[in-house]
């Protein structure tokens, strides 16, 4: 889905907040549409944002 591609090039250039935000929106929206592999991917991608951001500090 384009929100996680997003997030994923968010956090390419280190906007890592934005990528964060895009990827829980991603989520959510898999999860309403009951696709549970997407939405797991999208919940590793915004822990990989989390964990980029946290050793950008």
Do not use: K, P, W, Y
Not at 3 to 9: D, E, I, T
Not at 29 to 57: G, K, P
């Amino acid at each position: 889905m384009a929100l996680n591609s997003l997030g994923v090039a968010l956090g390419e250039v280190r906007r890592f907040e934005e990528a964060i935000t895009a990827h829980t929106d991603a989520a959510t929206i898999f999860e309403q549409m009951h696709d549970e592999d997407r939405q797991d991917e999208a919940l590793r991608n915004r822990e990989v944002a989390r964990e980029a951001r946290q050793s950008a500090q």
